[in-house]
T-cell receptor, first 112, second 115 residues
Framework: SQKIEQNSEALNIQEGKTATLTCNYTNYSPAYLQWYRQDPGRGPVFLLLIRENEKEKRKERLKVTFDTTLKQSLFHITASQPADSATYLCALPTGGGNKLTFGTGTQLKVEL | NAGVTQTPKFRILKIGQSMTLQCTQDMNHNYMYWYRQDPGMGLKLIYYSVGAGITDKGEVPNGYNVSRSTTEDFPLRLELAAPSQTSVYFC??????????????FGPGTRLTVL
């Protein structure tokens, strides 16, 4: 069956360092992959979409890579700030209707 | 634009009661979704709709019903509330343009407790 895995353990890093979050998937051949940010008590907010023919995508301090051979996406936040503390979710398309299946998310805590 | 709005924000139900969770979007999106999110379990799709009058089941539809009479509104109905339906419910919408799928826009959520 299709499965998406994100590290369930929280990632604690110091301010200014680069945070790297991992999304692994099995039994998928996705045309694209999305990353969302979710703050406590709020709905997820879209950050980036990367397509299968794109190795890397950047947006300001965010960088996403997509390795369809390894079936893995890495999400990087450079020069991290306490305001980056949140849960980050990856999502893959599943079936019609623009449906997405979400990973369980990884909580990031950026400390001063 | 208000985006996706949901009401109520919080609700406590007794076992066996019924309620409707409201969802409205003002972005003219034709695709809409209902998810539930339990701690550590991620978002699970309950129902979705690709346009007015068209709905379909997601991964966890049991105990829920939906309708889509307009582009803007996509209410979720719980007929006989059970403790297993205690969760946070999110509504979302999207608009696939030119065959390229776009992101989903989420509402603020409804926190439901069934006692």
């Amino acid at each position: 069956s299709q499965k998406i895995e994100q590290n369930s353990e929280a990632l604690n890093i110091q301010e200014g360092k680069t945070a790297t979050l991992t999304c692994n998937y099995t039994n998928y051949s996705p045309a694209y992959l999305q990353w969302y940010r979710q703050d406590p008590g709020r709905g997820p907010v879209f950050l980036l979409l990367i397509r299968e023919n794109e190795k890397e995508k950047r947006k300001e301090r965010l960088k996403v890579t997509f390795d369809t051979t390894l079936k893995q996406s890495l999400f990087h936040i450079t020069a991290s700030q306490p305001a980056d503390s949140a849960t980050y979710l990856c999502a893959l398309p599943t079936g019609g209707g623009n449906k997405l299946t979400f990973g369980t998310g990884t909580q990031l805590k950026v400390e001063l | 634009n208000a985006g996706v709005t949901q009401t109520p924000k919080f609700r406590i139900l007794k076992i066996g009661q019924s309620m409707t969770l409201q969802c409205t979007q003002d972005m003219n999106h034709n695709y809409m979704y209902w998810y539930r999110q339990d701690p550590g379990m991620g978002l699970k799709l309950i129902y979705y709709s690709v346009g007015a009058g068209i709905t379909d089941k997601g991964e966890v539809p049991n105990g829920y019903n939906v309708s889509r009479s307009t582009t803007e509104d996509f209410p979720l109905r719980l007929e006989l509330a059970a403790p297993s339906q205690t969760s946070v419910y999110f509504c979302a919408s999207s608009y696939p343009q030119g065959g390229i799928y776009n992101e989903q826009f989420f509402g603020p959520g409804t926190r439901l407790t069934v006692l």
